[in-house]
Structures are given as C-alpha cells and as structure tokens.
C-alpha cells in the first residue's frame, strides 16, 4: 500500500476570521465567500442558520424590506427565531449597501447560548459582523 500524501492547499473558498465580545462572552465568527453564496457563522452552540436573499440598494440604516429570512434548521422557539431573522436581515442588509452589485444568497448560523433582545448584545454581533465581512 502507497503512503498517503497529504497535500496542503489552500480552501478554495475565500474566508475570514474575527473575534470579538457577545454578551461578555468572547466569540469567534467566521464568513466564507462561495461563488453563489455567503456563509457567515457564529459558532458557540447549535446553530441555527436562515437564508436571506439580497438584492436592490438602499440608503437607510433600517433593513431592507425585501429581504426575505428563512429559517433552514434549528429554531428554539418563535422568539429566538424572530431576532435570529433580525439578525440575518440586518447582516443581509450591511452586506448590500457595502456592494450594491452583490446577488448571493446570505446564510447565517447563530449558535449563540443567549439570543438576549438587549441592544448592547445586537449591536456586538452586528458589530462582530461587519468586522468579518
């Protein structure tokens, strides 16, 4: 039997790694760039990861209105699954008003262990986010 060779190549993906604080808690999100889509996760429990499709441009600070979250797997209950849209809308939303040519399906994955509805815990992960992507 021929040894195994292990090559060490590069993902063929582009991706991106930051830390950050979430609720106190330090937190590593990951984004990776496929051909048709955007990965963005942020691992720290089961995640729970919605698809939002983006397209048109818009100047407010508001999400978008046309964008559409679904939720593909997990969930915990409506309100977890309510702000976890927020929180792909609002990703979703940055993502289009940074490149307003950009037409890949978003999927987001939270697994954060308190999806809290303060503002100080949104706005870390928004601002883990956008320093991931």
Sequence with gaps: MEPVQILDEPFPAASKHETGQIDGITTEATALFFADRILVQVPLSAP??????MALVNESLLPMSHLTPKTLLGGGGEERESMAQLYAVQIASYIVRRDSDERRT????LG????RQDREAF???LEL???VL
């Design 48 to 53: 729970s990861p919605a698809a939002v499709d």
């Design 106 to 109: 978003l999927v987001v994955g």
């Design 112 to 115: 954060l262990q308190n999806l």
């Design 123 to 125: 706005f870390d992960v």
């Design 129 to 131: 986010m956008q320093k």
